[in-house]
């Protein structure tokens, strides 16, 4: 899955000037954007704040092509949205932009010493994760965070804790249940 960053253009980061999230990820999902939500344009613009745009892509994987859901806010994208099995409900929503709040307000682009993550549950990424951490917060559930270490390590390892306490926190991934 490629990823993709973008950056505020001339304007201050949220998290740094203490503005309030424009989306919390939780539990349920993503504001009301939930596992009963609708895979859908209509349904996703529906669930989020006024002011927001759906843009369609998909993702081109050997011998399947799945639909995404891009959610853009002021010309920043939000959120990518991604369909279950059926291609009918959301399954999984990442969220890459610092306009979006995890657990206990953590925000793309936080240090993994920031965010509570030795209190965290974490794993090595795999394939196109590798070089990264998965870490469960503290709560559980469905959300994890992936934190970029740019570390050399072996396969299935994570870096020692004082290289991952200065890993980037790149995106916050809700999954339903």
Known sequence: MALLLLAGCGTEAPAASGE??????????????TADTEFSPEALREALPEGFEIETGRLDLPGDTIPILYAFSDGHMILEVFPDRSRQRIRRIDASSE?????????AGARFADVGGRRMAC???????????????????????VFAHGAETARGELPGRDVLAQSILERIVWMAP
């Open 20 to 33: 309030e999230p424009l989306l919390t990820i939780s539990e349920r999902g993503a504001g009301t954007i």
């Open 99 to 107: 306009w979006v709040a995890g657990p206990e307000g953590a925000r």
């Open 123 to 145: 794993v090595p990424g795999t394939a196109d994760l590798a070089g990264r951490a998965l870490c469960t917060p503290r709560e559980g559930g469905p959300v994890r965070y």
